[in-house]
């Protein structure tokens, strides 16, 4: 009878044992968005898993076409590698990509769920061919990475990912943004909106609208283009001195980003000739913003 009872406990403990093994925390993935952008030469969907700087400039001259030198450095190959996602080439702005998590699923395997962007509904687009990217820093774990599209409302803030609920019991959620900057001047005569997603994409915007304006390129510097956008609004050539406002700037239930906006040219607003604009500073959600002229204001 002894007997029976110390293969019995023993069996317990043998349980108990394995129930530990099995439920003991997998390793965690620390990583972050080491470059990104909306425009690459990569023209279909691929993934790549890069271990040596040299695999690393081999890359970056077919993503981007630029020299193996101007490949960013500052990854510490002995603890770090690159996880590259293109999404190949779409036929017009408003597409993005951005990673919303990375996680051990077994001992072996990390799946990484990444978001493809699309043009939302009323958003702002462009006609150009983009081909969307992202390279995340990772650190080496032995994991065998696992790509998975996901689909959802939040937005990027490298390395974690903030929800929006799917419903708000009274109205909308106010959109946190900041003014970049504001003028009577630019090089832009018709009423336009352009989001702007890269340091890339600002800096051209800025050559061609603003003649490469170094102190509107330095406030750019504060900008987090992993998790941030800018967006331009211009109102066109006014005959009067014209201040471009936001009206009201929110994400409704959906997840959507809603922006409108008018302009302000008080009676007493001296005869001038002016070309108004706003540069509104802003999390990069999974869709473009949907931005509306309101009037009467």
Request: net charge positive.
């Amino acid at each position: 009878m002894r007997f029976i009872w110390i293969l019995f406990a023993f069996a317990l403990a043998s349980l108990g044992f394995a129930q530990m093994v099995h439920t003991q925390a997998l390793p965690t993935v620390t990583w972050s968005t080491f470059q990104g952008g909306t425009v690459s030469r990569i023209k279909t969907f691929e993934t790549k898993v890069i271990s040596t700087e040299g695999a690393w400039q081999t890359y970056w001259v077919r993503l981007t076409g630029n020299p193996a030198s101007t490949a960013p450095k500052g990854i510490d190959w002995a603890r770090e590698e690159l996880w590259a996602i293109a999404a190949g080439e779409r036929s017009s702005g408003g597409y993005n990509i951005y990673v919303r998590n990375a996680q051990f699923t077994d001992a072996r395997n990390v799946q990484v769920e990444y978001v493809l962007t699309s043009p939302g509904s009323g958003g702002v687009t462009t006609q150009a061919i983009t081909s969307p990217y992202v390279v995340l820093r990772v650190g080496r774990s032995g994991g065998v990475p696992k790509f998975i599209r996901c689909d959802d409302y939040g937005f990027n803030t490298g390395g974690s990912v903030v929800f929006l609920p799917p419903y708000y019991e009274d109205q909308d959620r106010p959109l946190r943004w900041s003014l970049l900057d504001r003028g009577q001047v630019s090089g832009i005569a018709n009423e336009g909106v352009f989001a702007l997603a890269t340091r890339r994409e600002f800096d051209e915007y800025v050559r061609k609208v603003f003649s490469g304006d170094e102190e509107l390129a330095e406030l750019a510097r504060s900008v987090r283009w992993d998790n941030e956008m800018i967006l331009a609004i211009h109102a066109g050539t006014k005959s009067r001195s014209t201040v471009v406002e936001i009206d009201r700037a929110v994400v409704d239930q959906s997840g959507r980003v809603l922006i409108t906006w008018f302009e302000n040219s008080p009676p007493q607003a001296p005869m001038t000739r002016c070309t108004p604009y706003l540069l509104m500073r802003l999390p990069r959600y999974t869709t473009l913003p949907t931005v509306r002229k309101v009037y009467g204001r």
